[in-house]
């Protein structure tokens, strides 16, 4: 049983090529629905298989990370925020 | 009385709701559009007007919520554009060539320079990938607000991350030989 699920897997994984894996990936967004989200799934399991695939989704997951940072600081104009609640 | 009342706490409640709403959502909202219109007065108006429009709903007792906002600002600037949004970003990916920043590079780049490059991007990556770094959005809430396929998501934002990783780099590559001293310059040259 556990024999013939390890094929299946490793089966399905192989239907998956890497640059799908990498495309699928690169909008993985780690704490959203994506987590349990079936399409992921397979994709977040080959990782284990591969570690040049794992270095690739860790360095990405490191440029997001930057980024989020760097567009954190656009800066916000709070006197439109208070225009908007002094109106209600 | 009690009817008068009644109707006062009815449209207190109405109010904090709304505060809150804005509390909760302006500076989302507020980054979105800028990233949206480019500018600071076009997303003071389309976001002015989108609470305005909120705070009407939310007193006929309709849901309002953040993903409301950013499909309300996302509509309102689309119906200004519609000739812009028709372009899907192929346009970008074409030209892209194959150099990638660094993640050591890329932690050094300010917040005025990236946006710069993000704004010289289509609308096409230009919205997904505004929505994937500055909202943290998961694909398919992407799909929602822009009324797409959640495949067409995924496909903007891969080739929209490569393409900004490219461009960052191309940037980062001009920045730095104009910061080379003249000498320098002439040296090579000569």
């Keep these: ?88 | 009385m009690s009817i008068s009342g009644s109707n006062e706490n009815g449209k207190h409640d109405r109010l904090t709701r709304f505060d809150n709403l804005v509390e909760q959502n302006f500076a989302t909202a507020y980054r979105f559009a800028f990233c949206l219109s480019l500018a600071h007065d076009r997303a003071t108006r389309i976001v002015e007007a989108t609470f305005d429009e909120a705070k009407a709903l939310q007193e006929t007792e309709a849901k309002v919520d953040k993903t409301w906002i950013l499909q309300e600002l996302h509509r309102k600037w689309r119906a200004c554009h519609p000739a812009k949004y028709d372009t899907d970003g192929s346009e970008d990916y074409a030209a892209a060539g194959g150099i990638s920043i660094r993640i050591e590079d890329v932690a050094q780049m300010d917040c005025a320079g990236v946006l710069k490059i993000l704004h010289g991007m289509s609308p096409a990556h230009r919205l997904v990938l505004s929505l994937f770094y500055f909202e943290q959005l998961g694909h398919d809430e992407i799909a929602r607000i822009l009324e797409l396929p959640a495949e067409t998501v995924i496909s903007r934002l891969a080739q929209a991350k490569v393409l900004l990783r490219q461009t960052l780099e191309r940037g980062r590559r001009d920045a730095s030989l104009h910061s080379e001293s003249p000498e320098i310059s002439a040296g090579r040259s000569g």
Excluded: Y
């Excluded at chain 1, 897997?9 to 629905?33: C, Y």
């Design chain 1, 1 to 88: 049983m556990r024999h013939s699920t390890a094929k299946a897997l490793k089966s399905a994984l192989a239907a998956v090529d890497k640059p799908e894996i990498k495309r699928l990936l690169q909008s993985f967004r780690e704490g959203t629905q994506d987590t349990n989200d079936p399409l992921f799934s397979k994709a977040l399991a080959s990782l284990a298989a591969d570690p040049e695939l794992a270095a690739w989704f860790r360095a990405e997951q490191e440029f997001d990370a930057v980024m989020v940072k760097t567009f954190s600081t656009v800066p916000v104009d709070t006197l439109v925020k208070e225009r908007i609640l002094q109106g209600s």
